[in-house]
């Protein structure tokens, strides 16, 4: 059961980092070693899954008073707020997971891309191609 | 219509003996009609009444304070918390020792761990069972959490949240709501014996009680109410206080609606919740609830006969008989009440004798019901009218989830009351004299952690964290150096200003004609050193060169949402701004240059536990990231070699804090805001009446702020580098590029790019004395 819930997280990772291009040389972003942001990480996929936004963002929150510098945590919050479609806070939360992503390309690769999806959701289709281009090179 | 057939009738009259029989029958028909209008009057009152008593019975029928709570403490392996921590907050949330704690709400310390049950609690997100587990610690560590059951690993379980205090009707009644079935037998049967021995026959009125009342009143030996318990509660609920006939009359007819209407049991319980018992300075309790834990410090559930007999006792005259302040007079009503229950034979003669000489069993203090943090909560009510009507925040009952970590108070509230009379001995400063004001946020999140309005923090009277306005001095620096530093092709770390005598004309305004706080005037410095060393000429050059107006703006972005005048003096701090205002704008530095309003809310249930609004964390990013990184780096120079460098003595240098002080004219005022990984803290000291306090900002201020993050364990202040970040050494007095080991040279950050090209003397490549700089050891 434990193990289930430890594996949960990593697949969607690596769901997420399927998204770009797979580079197996670069270290795979691992959720956290804390198992409670695990258990939170968890629920707040399982709220997300279910439609309840929200709730997701709170479990969010409460991951992240556990680890404030889990650059992940942040970038899940900003997909949250993204699919709430307040593209400002989507876009602010992305540069914030970057802030903590020194080194990490793959996690700021997905930060431009959220911040190009919310640059368009607020009609900055030249911003938002700037952030897509961003992306391509992280 | 009647009257007017009448009228009618007279003419049509003609003979003298009919017109007898009809002048008769005419007057029956007019009592007739009268006391039909009359039953008509009084049926429509009648309606009237039942309406009133029925919507009002019906409708919110107490006006429930807000409920506030501190954060509940999370519990999870890893987590950096001290046994003596868990303690206090056992402790706070009234958990109670036990040597094997089975009941929700105790625990038990045994070496390394603690055994406990947990009390079930409704949060936003759903209500958490009670459970059973043991927490392990290592140090100041928590290594364990597991189940006493199963052993089973808990990932992560919160405490029940500390109830910090309430927000009351304007009437500042304070009440527990009790169900019937939570209420002791005993006392009912007490209320039942006392009050109203025939309540479970009668119909809301009593005819034998009035009667008796009448007697007792006529032959002078008391005056009696004869009231029932439904008349009382009527009266309690409907009517003003006025002794008057009708107001009696009201009184029983509502008392028959009301039983008609409703059950005894729904009576009782609505009278049980009620009845006024007591007062704690301006709060009013109401209800058997509240007055269990005011006098017992306990759960209604929990009293026994004597407790019962007490407050049933007291009914009479809450005040009169209070327990506290006429314990000889309260004790004989207790036996009376006794003696009436033992007469009822609700209890046996033993239990009465038995009774007589039990004490009285009153805690000597309250539980606190007033807040015990009277500055936060000020700051969530705050929070909270700009989303509420205060009327509903006095009576609907809310449950107000907020931030308040009890511990970081608690720290916070000592650090400002000891250190300012420390200060006062030391300094022959007068006693009493400082006063001060000190908010604590986490430095992510912007959640406000505890909020000190005075150095008397149970003193519910002017806020200062909040409203006291004062002058800033040198606390506004660091937002005119950010606006250079956001220049990087016009300034770096490394451009030298100008900090020669400086005298600014303006025609309409005084000559100005800024200081050094050493009366010294140092050439050129660089930009870094003059923020380190607090530099007034050349910042206000600086400052003149930017323009006052872009300073301001950038102010605002930071988190200053109101319009400041502009003048050049604004620029060394000489515009007023209350601690609160300090926090938000160094919280937007001290995150990364991400703008988080501050939060004392996390969210709001209504009264039954339903989520009604989450307060979510909102982040806006106003600077770019390189930018604040360095205006941040130079902020830890100022502790590791500036004006804040004392603060080596109370903290390790380890924790790179980062931090500025600030000092206003004649000393009058004294500010150290500052943060560490993990948390900001913004610290005012001076005087009410605005004298001079006789403090620096290192002096006082930076003082208090170091004692209140001593004892928190605080993260050390790791900055993560942005990707257009280099670093280069610097010939400090001359800004050109040098090399490692040349003298006089130092590692600073510059934005990719923006660095100086020309080389001094000692370039790339040649040696030099090796100097050991405070940057090695941050970028090491």
């Known amino acids: ?138 | 219509m009647k009257p007017f057939s009448f009228l009618s009738f007279g003419k049509k009259s003609r003979r003298k003996k009919t017109a007898k029989n009809r002048r008769w029958l005419t007057k029956r028909k007019f009592l007739l009609v009268a006391s039909l209008v009359v039953l008509l009057l009084a049926a429509l009152y009648i309606i009237y009444l039942d309406f009133t008593v029925r919507t009002r019975f019906e409708g919110r029928r107490f006006a429930l304070p807000a409920r506030v709570y501190a954060r509940p403490l999370e519990l999870y392996a890893g987590l950096k918390l001290a046994p003596s921590e868990l303690v206090a907050e056992l402790a706070l949330l009234g958990y109670r020792e036990a040597t094997s704690p089975r009941e929700p709400g105790s625990y038990q310390w045994r070496n390394q761990q603690v055994e406990l049950v947990t009390r079930p609690f409704t949060y936003g997100d759903g209500p958490q069972e009670s459970s059973s587990l043991r927490v392990s610690f290592a140090g100041d560590r928590v290594t364990a959490l597991q189940g006493r059951a199963d052993n089973a690993a808990i990932e992560l379980l919160r405490l029940d949240p500390a109830l910090i205090g309430g927000i009351y009707p304007g009437n500042n009644e304070d009440r527990v709501l009790v169900r019937l079935d939570e209420v002791p037998q005993l006392l009912v049967d007490a209320l039942i014996a006392v009050e109203d021995v025939r309540f479970y026959s009668h119909r809301g009125i009593d005819p034998r009680g009035i009667a008796r009342a009448l007697v007792m009143t006529v032959s002078g030996k008391s005056v009696q109410g004869g009231s029932t318990l439904t008349q009382q509660l009527v009266k309690n609920f409907f009517l003003s206080s006025e002794r008057t006939v009708r107001r009696k009359l009201n009184e029983m007819v509502m008392a028959l609606l009301l039983e008609v209407h409703y059950s005894k049991e729904e009576i009782l319980e609505t009278y049980l919740n009620e009845v006024y018992l007591g007062q704690d300075g301006n709060r009013a309790i109401h209800g058997f609830g509240l007055a269990s834990s005011f006098f017992f410090d306990k759960p209604l559930m929990q009293i026994d006969l004597t407790e019962a007999a007490l407050l049933v006792g007291m009914l009479k005259g809450p005040t009169y008989y209070s327990p506290r302040r006429h314990p000889k007079r309260a004790l004989g009503r207790r036996n009376l009440v006794l003696g009436e229950m033992a007469e009822a034979r609700f209890i046996t003669d033993q239990q009465l004798l038995a009774g007589r000489i039990t004490p009285l069993g009153v805690v000597d203090r309250p539980p606190r019901g007033i807040s015990p943090y009277p500055a936060f909560l000020s700051l969530v009510h705050r929070q909270l009218r700009r989303d509420y009507r205060d009327e509903d925040l006095r009576s609907e009952g809310l449950q107000i989830f907020t931030t308040l970590d009890p511990w970081v108070q608690r720290s916070a509230e000592k650090a400002l009351s000891q250190q300012l009379k420390r200060l006062e001995q030391g300094r022959g400063i007068a006693a009493d004299s400082l006063q001060g004001a000190l908010l604590m946020t986490d430095v992510q999140n912007g959640e406000v952690q505890a909020v000190v309005g005075g150095r008397d923090p149970r003193f519910e009277g002017f806020n200062r964290a909040l409203d006291a306005q004062r002058p800033i001095g040198s606390l506004i620096k660091p937002v005119v150096f950010l606006t250079a530093l956001q220049q990087p092709q016009s300034y770096t770390l490394a451009t030298l200003l100008d900090d020669s005598p400086l005298l600014l004309q303006q025609p309409g305004t005084d000559d100005w004609q800024p200081q050094n706080y050493d009366k010294k005037f140092h050439g050129p410095v660089p930009l870094h050193t003059a923020l380190a060393h607090s530099y007034n000429v050349s910042t206000a050059r600086l400052g003149l060169q930017l323009g006052v107006p872009s300073v301001l703006d950038n102010l605002g972005r930071l988190g200053v949402d109101r319009q400041l005048p502009g003048y050049a003096a604004s620029l060394l701090g000489a515009d007023t701004f209350s601690p609160l205002e300090v926090a938000q704008f160094y919280q937007t530095l001290a995150s990364g240059g991400f703008r988080t309003p501050l939060r004392a809310i996390r969210e709001v249930l209504t009264f039954a536990g339903q989520p009604l609004q989450r307060y979510p964390l909102k982040v806006e990013q106003v600077v770019d990231a390189p930018s604040n990184y360095l205006l941040t780096v130079a902020l830890q120079e100022v502790v590791q070699q500036g004006t804040a460098r004392g603060l080596h003595r109370y903290l390790p240098a380890e924790l790179n804090l980062a931090g500025k002080t600030g000092t206003t004219d004649e000393f009058r005022d004294s500010w150290f805001a500052g943060f560490s990984g993990d948390r900001l803290g913004v610290v005012w000291v001076g005087r009410d009446d605005n004298q001079p306090a006789g403090l620096t900002g290192a002096s006082g201020a930076m003082t208090v702020w170091a004692k209140m993050m001593v004892g928190l364990d605080l993260e050390p202040l790791i900055l993560p580098i942005p990707d257009s970040i280099e670093h280069v050494w610097i010939e400090s007095k001359s800004g050109l590029r040098s090399a490692a080991g040349c003298p006089d040279a130092v590692e600073l950050p510059f934005v990719t790019g923006s660095a100086p090209t020309e080389s001094a003397s000692c370039g790339p490549g040649s040696k030099g004395n090796p100097i050991k700089s405070w940057f090695e050891r941050i970028f090491k």
């Open chain 1, 1 to 138: 059961m434990i193990a289930l819930r430890r594996i949960i997280p990593l697949l969607l990772v690596l769901m997420l980092v399927g998204c770009t291009v797979v580079q197996p040389t670069r270290p795979r972003p691992v959720a956290s070693s804390s198992s409670a942001v695990v258990a939170l990480l968890d629920r707040a996929h399982s709220q997300n899954a279910a439609g309840e936004l929200e709730q997701a963002g709170a479990s969010l929150e409460r991951a992240l008073r556990i680890e404030p510098h889990n650059a992940l945590l942040w970038q899940e919050l900003a997909r949250v707020r993204l699919d709430l479609g307040l593209y400002r806070q989507a876009e602010s939360l992305a540069a914030k997971s970057n802030r903590f992503a020194a080194g990490n390309r793959t996690l700021q690769g997905e930060n431009w891309r959220i911040i190009g999806q919310a640059r368009s959701g607020l009609g900055d289709y030249r911003g938002a191609q700037a952030a897509f281009d961003r992306a391509e090179q992280e």
